[in-house]
């Protein structure tokens, strides 16, 4: 995993230029800020599945391998808002940190000679990560850079289980997908800094899916052949035999970063 916001711009020395703010509206300013500060708002939305099939090996009492599948969906919210001074810089406190989501898993298997598949189901809630959580290199934390006539704002979140354990019944357990998105979210976006000055509040968007999460990690694969790795939806070096099993993964998210200057 990468250390926590590389590749986002330098802070450079220019100052932003204040302007009127949405968050002065009515003539009232947020508890605690000063004029001029910059208040970003990471959000989004995300979800994604998971699913492996192994079929049977052997028929009737020389059934060695019974017949599993396996289907998992994750779902998630969040947001995650900063406050870095006009100036710039980075920001690990959000200060109004909210994100939920849940994961969910189906599992069948035992299906050997024709025998009655044993059903068992898990889920897991999703929470936003705690203060205590602030050496994680996921931790919910921004960085704005100021260069010449633009503002780029990188931005890092994720959620974390809100259990130890996830609530299974049956003999199933709720198996980790090759790529979670949702505990290692990250966009960047450039705005230009005379677009902020005029408005005082200005939105990006972003869409993160099927390529990559960040370098070196797809956020979609499969795999279909005996010797299919189902922990990574890969092609195995492994030998392999019998009928082919199958795997694949897919997740995606997309949101928003808001900048705001306070007046």
Known sequence: MPPKLVGIVAVAAALLVPAPSALAAGGTRAAGLVKGDLVITFAGAGAGSYRFH????????????ADTTYGATDAYHWSYRFVVPPTGGSSDTPIAPNAFGSLSAIEQLQQCAGSAAVTSTCTQALRAPLASDSA???????????????LTVGAVGELVPATAQPLCSGVGVLLPDPVEAFGSLQASVTIPR?????SGDVTRHFTIGGSSLYAGVALSGSCDATSCDTTTCMTSDAPGGGAPSSCSFDESYSGTIEVRVVR
């Open 136 to 150: 994680d290199l996921t931790y919910p934390g921004v960085t704005v850079g100021l260069n010449g006539r633009s």
């Open 54 to 65: 192994g079929p049977s090996l052997g028929a009737g009492s020389s059934c060695r391998v």
């Open 194 to 198: 005379a677009a902020l000055a005029a």
